[in-house]
Structures are given as C-alpha cells and as structure tokens.
C-alpha cells in the first residue's frame, strides 16, 4: 500500500468500523458535483471525493478529497476501487462519463461499491444520443427529428431543404464539449452547415430544432428504486437561458407536475420501457407548432441544480444513496412550487444578451431574482461563488466573448 492509499484508509476505515454508515464517494466535477456535496452534507451523509481536482467546488466548506485517488479517472475506476482497503462505499456519478464507468463495473465489486444505476446498455443510450433517438423512435415517443450525418461526404450531400431550422450536435456531449465548449451549432441554411460541420469531427447529429422561448422548456427530474418504483419527479420550467437559443438554463422555476403532464406521461413510459433505476434528469421542450412535449434528452446522473430540487424537498441524492444500501424511503408526494433559482454570474450574461433587443429590462431582470435561490451563492458557504466569479473574469478577459459557452468544463455538466 503506498502512503496516499494509507492515508486514504485511516480517513474511511473509522467510518465502517465504528458502526456508522458508509460513505458515498462522487465522481464529477463544477456545479453538479458542489449541488451533490452540499445535498448529503446537509443531510448527514459522509462522503469523499474521488480524483484530483482544483475547480472552484473545492472552496466549499463541504469539499473533502478522498487521497490515493488523484489518478482516478473514467477508465481506470474499477483499479482504483480494488486498491481502496474498504469494506464498502456508495458510488454517485456526476457526469456523463462516470455513470458510464460506474454503470460498466465488474459484479465483483458490486458488494463492496452498491450504486442504484441503469443497465450499462441504458446508459450507453443516454449518453450516446444516436441511440437515444432510435430507441425514441423505436417505441413512437414525441421527440425532434434527427438523422446521422456520418461523414462530410453525407453532410455534402444532403439537399438544401434538409438544413434549414437545424441543430448539428455531438453523438456524445461529453468530447465535443471538450473540445468546442458549446453544446452544438444552430444552422438555416446549407452553407452555413457544411461551413459548420468543417469545424467538427464526424460523425455527427443533425437534428430539428424545436422553436420557441426558453419558457418552453421543462425539466423532470427524479429517482426510480431498485424495485422500479419512482419515488420522486421534480418539475422545473426554464425562463431563462445563455447563450438565448442553445444554451444551459440560468434562471428556473419550480413547477406542478400536473402543468406538465404530457411530460410526464413520457417518461412513465421510458421507465417501464428500459426497467429504468437511479436517478434521472429530462430535458423536454412544448412544440409550440402543435402543443406537444418532446424530449430532448434524458441524463442518468444528477445535474447542475440538483440542489435547488432538494430545497424544494425533492432530494434525490439521499433517496440514491439510501436505496443502494438496501434502506426504504417513502415516496416523495409533494414539494414547493413557485420557487425559483438563478445562476446569476452566467444570468447576468443572459440578462446582456436580451437588453439590447428589449425582451428584458433591468429591473425586470432583477425582480425575477429577488428572493430566488441562487445555485451557486450561499451565506453559509459562499467561497465558491468568489472563486468561480474570479476564475470567470480572468477567463472573460482572454476569451472576450458575450456569452459563456453553453456547457463550459468550469461549470459543470447541464442545466
């Protein structure tokens, strides 16, 4: 054992021997990861953090880094896992490609690492979004029209009327935010997406591009146990968003569920569908052309404002954790509507971006975040808001951009 294992076993050792429960340990970083480590402090769950990180989440008075696991990484889990000389600990991925690794580890380490998590092949339909519209396609669940572009050569020759009202995204979010920092790339016309799809690497999505305001998209959010039972769905409605037509939300509201019901009805149907278990995220956008909910996209892990579904008394991370250790939990029935919740370093942008064309005032913009939450600022832990504020100056003064990108590696993984 080298001395950074050793380390790491005298801090979890006196947690499973003294009779306590074990830890939780997560994997991620940005906001996501901060809402998660805020959720289970508050709520009395141990946990640690796996990896090497220096995000501006590792202010947080909640932030304890598991040492030993600095080389950890997505294709390396189960290794690190097998050196950890621990009896047991709950895994809670918070991004894309930890679910994945999460999801694909050997039974042998089930025992000693529980997680409530989809089939490896349900994820891989999450996080691949070809897959994910086949299968949406397959079972005739409303969602945007999308087709495989896999090569320049396709993309070339594609008709001038297949392009127009487009959106050319990655098959796997993950790399392609890596590498352009945008979530994909809006076109309405066939030169601007063969001049688009010369900066990407192939293949790709082209996908049609639901129309309307960002107060047309919602969000449910929730967990489905062990058993297949879904034990909470949290509804949110976005209001605002950067960039304004293909970006992350910055401003939100927290919704009945009844006001979306269509939605609803969608992801009962997928559960059942994919004997769905763990936690969900859906994106859902109101087709305002014939007043139909379409899912844009489904996520098997928490997401940026994780937090603010747990402050309105849907806290999925304990319901997670709790479920993996075999532990009951009732059903969440009811939570607080009316609340909202702003991102407001990245709503600010927002707020500048619509000034100039008069769809937001400032002191609408400013009402709308009076008595809100706001996801990242908190009186009892407010180092990372300073820090992610700093990091952003220093980041806007090189880029000199108007807007963040839509899902920078700084923030997180999706709103």
Same mark, same amino acid.
């Given at each position: 054992?080298?001395?950074?294992?050793?380390?790491?076993?005298?801090?979890?050792?006196?947690?499973?021997?003294?009779?306590?429960?074990?830890?939780?340990?997560?994997?991620?970083?940005?906001?996501?990861?901060?809402?998660?480590?805020?959720?289970?402090?508050?709520?009395?769950?141990?946990?640690?953090?796996?990896?090497?990180?220096?995000?501006?989440?590792?202010?947080?008075?909640?932030?304890?880094?598991?040492?030993?696991t600095a080389s950890a990484l997505p294709n390396n889990l189960a290794s690190v896992?097998?050196?950890?000389?621990?009896?047991?600990?709950?895994?809670?991925?918070?991004?894309?490609?930890?679910?994945?690794?999460?999801?694909?580890? #050997?039974?042998?380490?089930?025992?000693?690492?529980?997680?409530?998590?989809?089939?490896? $092949?349900?994820?891989?339909?999450?996080?691949?979004?070809?897959?994910?519209?086949?299968?949406?396609?397959?079972?005739?669940?409303?969602?945007? $029209?999308?087709?495989?572009?896999?090569?320049?050569?396709?993309?070339?020759?594609? #008709?001038?009327?297949?392009?127009?009202?487009?959106?050319?995204?990655?098959?796997?979010? &993950?790399?392609?935010?890596?590498?352009?920092?945008?979530?994909?790339?809006?076109?309405?016309?066939?030169? $601007?997406?063969?001049?688009?799809?010369?900066?990407?690497?192939?293949?790709?999505?082209?996908?049609?591009?639901?129309?309307?305001p960002p107060t047309a998209s919602f969000f449910l959010d929730g967990f489905v146990? !062990?058993?297949?039972?879904?034990?909470?769905?949290?509804?949110?409605?976005?209001?605002?968003?950067?960039?304004?037509?293909?970006?992350?939300?910055?401003?939100?509201?927290? &919704?009945?569920?009844?006001?979306?019901?269509?939605?609803?009805?969608?992801?009962?149907?997928?559960?059942?569908?994919?004997?769905?278990?763990?936690?969900?995220?859906?994106?859902?956008?109101?087709?305002?052309?014939? !007043?139909?909910?379409?899912?844009?996209?489904?996520?098997?892990?928490?997401?940026?404002?994780?937090?603010?579904?747990?402050?309105?008394?849907?806290?999925?991370?304990?319901?997670?954790?709790?479920?993996?250790?075999?532990?009951?939990?009732?059903?969440?029935?009811?939570?607080?509507?009316?609340?909202?919740?702003?991102?407001?370093?990245?709503?600010?942008?927002?707020?500048?971006?619509?000034?100039?064309?008069?769809?937001?005032?400032?002191?609408?913009?400013?009402?709308?975040?009076?008595?809100?939450?706001?996801?990242?600022?908190?009186?009892?832990?407010?180092?990372?808001?300073?820090?992610?504020?700093?990091?952003?100056?220093?980041?806007?003064?090189?880029?000199?951009?108007?807007?963040?990108?839509?899902?920078?590696?700084?923030?997180?993984?999706?709103?």
């Open positions: 054992m080298t001395t950074t294992e050793a380390v790491a076993d005298r801090i979890l050792r006196p947690t499973f021997n003294s009779g306590n429960a074990p830890p939780a340990l997560l994997f991620g970083t940005g906001l996501t990861l901060l809402g998660v480590m805020r959720v289970l402090g508050r709520a009395g769950i141990p946990f640690y953090v796996v990896g090497k990180h220096d995000g501006f989440y590792t202010h947080s008075r909640w932030y304890r880094c598991l040492p030993g896992l097998e050196r950890l000389s621990v009896s047991s600990a709950v895994l809670m991925p918070c991004s894309d490609d930890w679910a994945l690794a999460v999801a694909n580890l #050997p039974s042998s380490l089930r025992n000693r690492f529980p997680v409530t998590t989809p089939a490896p $092949e349900t994820v891989q339909t999450m996080v691949d979004k070809w897959r994910f519209a086949q299968f949406l396609a397959w079972r005739s669940i409303p969602h945007p $029209e999308t087709e495989l572009l896999e090569s320049r050569q396709a993309a070339e020759n594609l #008709p001038a009327r297949n392009w127009h009202g487009k959106l050319l995204k990655p098959i796997s979010s &993950v790399e392609f935010t890596r590498k352009h920092n945008l979530k994909g790339f809006l076109v309405n016309s066939r030169e $601007e997406g063969l001049a688009r799809a010369r900066q990407i690497d192939f293949p790709v999505l082209l996908q049609e591009y639901i129309p309307g146990d !062990h058993e297949g039972h879904r034990l909470a769905c949290f509804a949110r409605q976005r209001l605002r968003m950067c960039p304004e037509k293909l970006g992350n939300s910055t401003a939100l509201l927290s &919704v009945p569920l009844a006001k979306v019901h269509g939605a609803v009805e969608i992801i009962e149907r997928i559960i059942a569908s994919l004997a769905y278990k763990g936690i969900f995220s859906a994106e859902f956008k109101c087709d305002e052309r014939d !007043h139909t909910y379409k899912i844009i996209e489904l996520n098997a892990r928490p997401w940026w404002y994780v937090e603010f579904a747990a402050r309105c008394g849907v806290d999925v991370c304990s319901l997670a954790y709790r479920d993996a250790l075999g532990l009951s939990s009732a059903a969440v029935d009811r939570y607080q509507v009316g609340r909202r919740c702003v991102f407001l370093p990245v709503d600010f942008h927002a707020y500048r971006t619509l000034r100039p064309t008069q769809k937001l005032s400032l002191w609408s913009w400013a009402r709308s975040w009076l008595g809100a939450q706001d996801a990242l600022f908190e009186l009892s832990d407010p180092r990372p808001f300073f820090a992610f504020v700093s990091n952003l100056v220093r980041r806007r003064k090189r880029a000199n951009k108007h807007c963040v990108p839509a899902l920078s590696s700084a923030h997180g993984t999706r709103a």
